[in-house]
């Protein structure tokens, strides 16, 4: 990534009058000359294969097999993807930290053919047909707390939309879902408490009716919360569909799933098979169905491999569990309400680019340089250097469960402690290790590991960790729909599951960075701030990389200048007016007033002067004289 992409040729150096090359006047020499970039190709089986299965993820049509990874365009997520399928080839069981030391084909298929590995002995078994069927472990964490949050509407959807620059076809629209509802046991699935247990059951076949609406772009949120509605457990389908006919002849499809049948990849794959399906295009068949997935988790739970994912995670909570003690705008409520709001920001492309050229230089992704950042942020809110961070993973490590819609997704409680002697080149690092280390161990459930802590169960606090932070890959790519325009529709639903959630979209030059917050707990301004602080410290990280973490400094000049004139702290009060003189002032003046309110009991100031005089005289009667 550091070869220039243009070289010229000089006759001679440009020299300063006493013989030495004159810089300034290379910098104003314009690079005219392309120097072809040498593309090595593969030349072997497994760089061959390498290079086959890498090119589904990139967008590059020729590159080489020393081409550094992230140069490419890959990102840590990508790679979990591209690591999968690996594993599925050849089957082996290759980890994060083996893609990590060889971060180009050519190293990556000489590790492959000279060393020997442990065949992978994962493998899927169907489920026998039954009238009901266990639940995972994600599904079972769902039912209650949705049902814990039930007066709060729509906690637990999967809500998102697509528009398209045409007025689709109602007809067409129908058999679309319709396929599709076949096609997915999710969509035709129900849960019930059987002999004390979760279970769901799937029906064959269900009516399905979508809403249809003649509306305006200026009437698309009424809309959306007319359609965002609870779902009742008990009855399928827990899948809604609702069409906007726009009055520019657009439209707008609304898609409404309960998160205990879908994940945000299930999103994304319900409406790309729905553009598929409404253009006549083929899909492949599914082999396994959700269930499938669920008799794996099961088979899994017994295995080595679970119990070495239990023990890593259970080692990282091994010690005293830390609560983030972030300064809040209001008191914490008894229960965790759920309301929330969302404000949005953007990483401009300058510095967009900069943290995409400094990550390369550090062998990092932009999701670990902004993790990072993201931990010092807290680190400067807070002051406590032991930070625990949630994190989604897609939790589809096997490729057969890849195009399955269901409840996949899996949470990953990222413990960091942060020194603040250290760099930042030094702690992103420490942030990579810790990141590959956990993906490495992302199978085991998060509600397991919940269980296995015993922790006290705070109903104010979401369990072990109170902020996620979620980098958003591919979440916003666009979906072909023959050669009209389609853009995906992300509407502010007014929850928050956390106290803060920090999610990154990358877009094709910058990143978006949206805050949801929990609104019982913060302002909006506070949130703003901590939007800012969170830019600021990115931008002097890359400013100065070598900074230890304790002078890394998030605030505006402005705000410095605030601070040194709040800290001026000195009064001008006369001499004689003393301080038992104020108060026997406010006495006099304000009798009847509340002094203190101590355990709900109120104390005037008049009680206030009594109760001060009776214990001096205590004191007096008792022998203590002035300066004593």
């Keep these: ?8 040729i000089l006759e001679k150096f440009p020299q300063t009058p006493n013989g030495k090359i004159d810089k300034k006047q290379l910098n104003l020499i314009k690079a005219e000359a392309n120097i072809e970039k040498i593309i090595e190709k593969p030349c072997t089986k497994t760089e061959q294969i390498l290079y086959d299965i890498i090119s589904k993820y990139i967008n590059i049509e020729n590159y080489s097999i020393i081409d550094d990874f992230f140069s490419i365009g890959l990102d840590s997520l990508t790679l979990i993807n591209i690591l999968m399928d690996i594993n599925t080839k050849f089957n082996i069981s290759l980890s994060m930290h083996d893609i990590y030391n060889k971060l180009n084909i050519k190293k990556l298929a000489e590790f492959l053919d000279n060393y020997s590995f442990e065949k992978n002995n994962d493998f899927i078994k169907f489920i026998k047909t039954s009238n009901s069927y266990p639940t995972s472990s994600a599904q079972k964490r769902i039912f209650y707390t949705s049902n814990i949050s039930n007066s709060k509407t729509g906690v637990y959807n999967l809500v998102g939309g697509i528009e398209f620059s045409e007025k689709l076809d109602i007809e067409k629209i129908n058999k679309c879902f319709k396929q599709l509802i076949n096609r997915h046991e999710a969509f035709r699935t129900y849960f019930e408490i059987i002999d004390g247990e979760i279970s769901q059951k799937i029906v064959p076949s269900l009516d399905f009716k979508i809403e249809i609406i003649e509306t305006t772009t200026n009437d698309i949120n009424n809309q959306f919360n007319l ?34 049948i879908a994940d945000g990849t299930s999103m994304q794959i319900l409406l790309d098979e729905f553009c598929k399906i409404y253009n006549n295009e083929q899909l492949p068949n599914n082999k396994f169905t959700y269930k499938d997935f669920i008799n794996y988790e099961l088979y899994f739970s017994g295995s080595d491999k679970y119990k070495k994912n239990q023990d890593f995670w259970l080692n990282e909570f091994s010690n005293e569990i830390p609560t983030l003690n972030l300064p809040t705008n209001h008191i914490r409520p008894s229960i965790f ?8 920001n953007t990483i401009n492309k300058d510095l967009t680019n900069q943290i995409l050229e400094f990550s390369k230089k550090l062998q990092i992704t932009p999701y ?3 993790l990072s950042a993201y931990y010092i942020l807290l680190y400067k809110y807070t002051n406590q250097n032991d930070i625990i961070i949630g994190t989604p993973t897609a939790n589809r490590n096997i490729t057969e469960f890849s195009k399955i819609i269901g409840m996949f997704v899996n949470t990953l409680a990222i413990r960091k402690t942060i020194s603040s002697e250290k760099t930042f080149e030094e702690f992103a690092a420490e942030v990579k290790e810790k990141c590959l280390n956990c993906f490495a161990h992302q199978a085991y459930p998060f509600d397991e590991l919940v269980k296995k802590l015993n922790l006290f169960r705070d109903v104010s606090r979401n369990p072990l960790f109170d902020t996620m932070f979620i ?10 729909f023959n050669n009209t325009t389609t853009k995906f529709y992300l509407p502010d639903t007014k929850i928050s599951k956390f106290d803060i959630s920090l999610e990154i979209v990358p877009q094709e030059n910058t990143f978006d960075l949206n805050i949801e917050y929990c609104t019982d707990l913060f302002d909006r301004e506070f949130i703003k701030n901590l939007s800012t602080h969170y830019i600021k410290i990115i931008k002097n990280i890359i400013k100065a990389p070598n900074t230890a973490i304790k002078n890394i400094t998030m605030l505006s000049i402005k705000e410095k ?3 040194k004139n709040f800290n001026i702290t000195d009064l001008n009060i006369p001499r004689k007016n003393t301080l038992v003189n104020r108060f026997y002032n406010i006495v006099k003046k304000y009798p009847q007033n509340i002094a203190v309110e101590i355990n709900n009991k109120k104390i005037t100031y008049k009680e206030l002067d009594e109760l001060s005089n009776f214990l001096s005289q205590e004191l007096i009667k008792n022998g203590i004289q002035s300066g004593d």
Excluded at 232 to 259: Q, S
Excluded at 337 to 344: E, R, T, V, W
């Design 471 to 480: 980098y958003q890959n591919d979440i916003m790519k666009t979906i072909k």
């Design 227 to 260: 359609f965002n509605t609870n779902f009742t457990l008990e009855k399928a389908p827990l899948l809604k569909a609702k069409i906007l006919y726009l009055e520019n002849d657009h439209t707008l499809l609304f898609v409404n799933m309960h998160h205990i």
């Design 1 to 8: 990534y550091m070869i220039p992409h243009k070289f010229t």
């Design 561 to 563: 200048h605030h601070l």
């Design 337 to 344: 309400s759920y309301n929330g709001a969302k404000i949005c």
């Design 368 to 370: 670990m340089f902004l």
